[in-house]
């Protein structure tokens, strides 16, 4: 294994990624602290480079000619607690998951619904990471950044941040922040519990629970992304690789007119939100195998490598969906991850 703020050459970024992909980085460096991470992306040595956190919303297609920086900073702090919330800053590299189960054995509420979720605390911001009703934005105060094109840290609001439907200021300014840590407010008592999602109402149903806690509220969450999602350590995938789309209420009815059962969502005024992974279901690609790729037979939103599979052959098998679903939908599937 690299060695923590050291410069490597020709390292394999297998161990990077949650897909399993084996491409080299020209250059590498783990890095475990902010003033290492400052002082190496203001030098200016390398102006082009690229940072990995849990590795899991990235598809690698190519060895990387750049240096590679996997960011490992560590740190959970509550900064205040009043009697019904807590403020609570979080480094960029602590796994997600790890920082729910952390906020659970403190009592802390507001981010149950989002368990299991794959990646690090750093790109959650990103992509506004969300699941079964709850959305980082509802828990959101603020976040420290480095800003690479002013050479300067900045600090973002939740407004500043302009967040939206998995998506972010700093997914519409791609390379431009590097989010260094966020903080968030959870709940200290009275949790406000979101039951609302039909999957989590099912499970606790099923286990008799009328009242949950938010420990048994994660508990459903996990219970269900493990019974659709394979564990990446087993698979390879990146989780969900498509966004779910939203269309106007126009288009829509015109799909359900061909299609009265398709699942849906109001999303915003005049707008719905469809199930990508209905729609790629419906196009014949859930369980399909094409050599060391294929699509999830669980769930058809999470694309495989079955073991050797090249990133090219993935994002090709995404490509052909996109088309498959535009083609008997009009609708467009965009991928929720990012293409290197």
Known sequence: MP?????ERNVSLKPYNTFGIDVTALQFMEIDDNATLKEVLFSKEHPDSLIIGGGSNILLTKDLERLVI??????IEVLNKTQNHAQVEIQAGEVWHDFVLWALVHDLGGIENLSLIPGNVGTAPVQNIGAYGVELKDVFVSCQALDLKENKQVSFTKEDCAFGYRDSVFKRNKGRYIITSVILELTTRNHQKNISYGAIASQLKEQGIE???????????ISIRQSKLPDPKVLGNGGSFFKNPVVLVEQFTQIQKQ????PHYNFGENQIKIPAGWLIEQCGYKGKRYKEVGVHKNQALVLVNYGDAKGEQLWELAQNIQKSVKDKFNVYIEPEVNIY
Do not use: E, R
């Open 3 to 7: 060695k923590p703020n050291t410069l």
């Open 70 to 75: 996997h960011l490992n900073t560590k740190g």
């Open 211 to 221: 009242h949950p806690s938010i420990n048994q509220i994660s508990d459903a969450v």
């Open 259 to 262: 299609y009265p059962d398709i």
